[in-house]
Each structure stands twice: as C-alpha cells, then as structure tokens.
C-alpha cells in the first residue's frame, strides 16, 4: 500500500532512486511479498534551496496506512536509507518520513 514519494534536485538523475526506493521497500517486509502493493513515483525541482545554497537533495516520504509500530516505521526508513546509500551520491542531502495516512478519510478505487 505505500506511496513512495521522492523528490529531489533536477541535476540528479530520478531513475537512479525510483528502483532502490522500491527495493528497499519491498525488503522492509512490511507490503506484499511481490511487492504488488508498493506505488513510487518522483518529482524533480528546478528551484530550491538546501541549508541556504542550491546543495543536490533527495526526500523520501512514505505514506501508509495508519496502524504500523514505531518500529515497523523505523525499519522501513532504515531499509530504504539501505538502499539509497548504495548509490555514489557526493555532497548530497538525503532525507526519509514515513507518514500515516488515516484509515478513514482515505478512498481507493480502480476503474
């Protein structure tokens, strides 16, 4: 059920995250064993600053569904974190939330 959103920096390639978002979402073990459930997508920005200077940035937020422990939070971050940091980023601000999404105002409907 997650989305994974990831924005980041348009002088960095988006592609490069989309899979290790996925995977490290998947070997969290907290979705679908085939990972059928597991949604990302990425955005890229043209203007931003990071910490008062144009510094290359990658935010990872996931939503899902209100319910999860502490520590199944926590292991999905650390799993994704896994997973970007294999990735040869230089002078780069790498951040991760994982976000509840409450059960009762959220609507899902395939067409």
């Known amino acids: 059920m997650p989305h994974c959103i990831i ?3 348009a002088t960095l390639d988006g592609d490069i995250f989309t899979s290790k978002v996925y995977q490290g979402a998947l070997d969290s073990m907290l979705f679908e064993p085939d990972g059928s459930d597991i949604k990302v997508r990425a955005l890229s920005y043209n ?3 990071v910490g008062g200077c144009k510094t ?3 935010h990872v937020t996931v939503r899902i569904l209100f319910g999860r422990s502490l ?3 926590t292991v999905l ?3 994704i974190q896994a997973k970007l940091s294999e990735l ?3 002078s780069c601000s ?3 939330e994982v976000v509840d999404i409450e059960r009762s105002s959220y609507l899902k409907w395939l067409v």
């Open 56 to 58: 290359d940035f990658v």
């Open 77 to 79: 971050s650390k799993s």
């Open 7 to 9: 924005e980041y920096s």
């Open 88 to 90: 040869d980023l230089v």
């Open 47 to 49: 203007s931003y600053i």
């Open 71 to 73: 520590l199944q939070k």
């Open 94 to 96: 790498i951040t991760i």
